[in-house]
């Protein structure tokens, strides 16, 4: 039996649209993610002897004509198409034409119908069901189904983790269990191997050609914006062996040639201080030379940051958030100001570079918060800073606290990006409109990357190693174009 695995087109609009990140878009720095979680249960599928194709409409750029004709030739009996909130109404309609082409059973996964899974039903009959958070084993079960011949009610309702239509009733089946034991999964890299080209992804902050692993999956911290943990993986930590990820790494270095990085997708790779130094220490004790990158908090002792230092960690991807300590606080990032600042000297003095996100609009948000923020970004100077104002998503506890604030500037999912696929601010409030934040991140942004302390850094960086010039020559690029663009007053142009 054949299964169809889609990140699908944003038809006639965006070219690549980054699906499967925290705050899906196109982006102004050029990054662009994996579909990972669709390679998982690619690669579960193909373990149990299911014929499967994944095509990644957005890495290669192909519309929707070619997607119909490529899913025509294939036949799947299963479509399973990736979705996010701001693309679902494109990426529903994209599946009912495969539905109207291919006549196979159509399942939807993602962050929004896991939060959302009625209401993403109801946007068109002709979904069959949704697939709620991790999703590889729900998959599994419901393509044997399948294979056993048309699914009769009795079956879908024994398959956890699935909402599907019933007549005019929607059934809610329970959710499934988390995964425990993320070792029994085959390793993504050798599904992106096989179905994709790993030059199509890139990250601003990090060496290209780049591919993204994850050592564990869940966050058990409680940040009110955060999408993944709340709708997708849950709180509870499910690491992976040490010796089962590091055999991961031995497979990229091996199988991708001119491979620069490794990038650890993580929520937070550095949460387990024993574990992160049992990670370095195996990547040593195997004498692996490779660099990479990482999810991180502002928290990593020093001792921990030498050690990952001398296995190849090259940088971390931290999210700061505010200056101000009242608003860390009301959005549970449970950091302090001070303990930001220890932990970059510790960095700066192991060399590990850090990529600093700033996120503004928060609850306790004003002015003054705002200026706290953009001096303590000057202050820290990471070796690369994002600026942008909070983006909420169904399911997150700040998109609780939006809606019944009635901070919301739309209700339609199709506002959440600007004209050009960029995020879009959809928050405004009494005091702090969603025209200045959008205002301060390109100040900031302008402020911070045009500074020429950092413009010489950044010249001399690229001067000494002719990798990083050609990452940073594609970033900056692709960065400038919105820096000397400047302000937006129509609320048309977010940052990241």
């Known amino acids: 039996m054949r299964v169809l695995l889609l990140n699908p087109p944003f038809m006639g609009q965006y070219g690549k649209f980054s699906r499967e990140q925290r705050s899906p878009a196109v982006t102004k720095s050029g990054t662009f993610y994996y579909p990972m979680w669709l390679c998982y249960a690619a690669g579960l599928l193909e373990k149990n002897g299911f014929e499967v ?51 196979s059973f159509i399942v939807l996964v993602g962050t929004h119908p896991s939060a959302m899974p009625e209401e993403t039903l109801k946007i068109n009959s002709s979904i069959d069901a949704v697939a709620r958070r991790e999703y590889e084993y729900t998959l599994l079960e419901l393509a044997l189904l399948l294979k056993k011949g048309k699914p009769d009610l009795d079956g879908l309702k024994a398959i956890d983790g699935i909402s599907f239509r019933n007549g005019d009733e929607f059934v809610h089946n329970k959710e499934r269990a988390f995964l425990e034991d993320v070792d029994s999964l085959p390793f993504v890299s050798e599904i992106y191997k096989k179905h994709l080209d790993y030059r199509d992804y890139f990250y601003a902050h990090s060496r290209h050609p780049i591919v993204t ?32 990820v590091v055999d991961e790494i031995e497979y990229c270095l091996k199988n991708f040639p001119d491979l620069k990085e490794v990038m650890f997708e993580d929520d937070t790779l550095t949460v387990n201080k024993k574990r992160a130094i049992e990670f370095a220490e195996e990547i040593l004790r195997r004498g692996l030379k490779f660099q990479w990158s990482a999810n991180s908090r502002a928290d990593v002792d020093l001792e921990t940051m030498q ?100 901070y919301l500037t739309t209700e339609d999912y199709r506002e959440w990006l600007s004209r050009e696929g960029l995020h879009n601010c959809v928050i405004s409030r009494p005091g702090l409109t969603n025209f200045e934040l959008v205002d301060f991140c390109d100040r900031a942004r302008q402020k911070f990357y045009t500074r020429p302390s950092y413009i010489m850094k950044k010249v001399m960086q690229g001067l000494a190693n002719p990798h990083e010039l050609k990452r940073l020559s594609k970033g900056a690029l692709t960065l400038s174009k919105h820096i000397l663009r400047g302000g937006s007053r129509d609320c048309k142009d977010n940052c990241k």
């Open 213 to 244: 692993l994850i050592t564990g999956r869940g966050c058990p911290h409680h940040c009110v914006y955060c999408l993944y943990p709340q709708t997708f993986n849950g709180h509870k930590l499910r690491n992976r062996s040490i010796k089962n």
């Open 53 to 103: 194709k994944i095509i990644d409409a957005p890495a290669k750029q192909v519309e929707i004509d070619e997607v119909l004709s490529t899913a025509g030739e294939f036949g799947p009996a299963l479509t399973v198409v990736d979705t996010s909130t701001p693309s679902i109404y494109n990426d529903v309609d994209v599946a009912v034409k495969i539905s109207e082409l291919t006549k």
């Open 307 to 406: 050690m990952l230092k001398k296995a190849g960690a090259r940088l971390f991807c931290v999210g700061i958030e505010s200056g101000d300590q009242k608003v860390l606080d009301a959005m549970k990032k449970r950091l302090t100001v001070p303990r930001i600042r220890e932990f970059f000297s510790d960095a700066k003095k192991t060399g590990i570079l850090i990529h600093g996100c700033f996120l503004v609009g928060n609850p306790g948000e004003t002015k003054e918060t705002l200026q706290k923020t953009l001096d303590l970004a000057l202050e820290l100077n990471p070796d690369t800073a994002q600026f942008f104002p909070i983006m909420i998503y169904p399911g997150t506890e700040a998109y609780k606290w939006a809606t019944e604030n009635k």
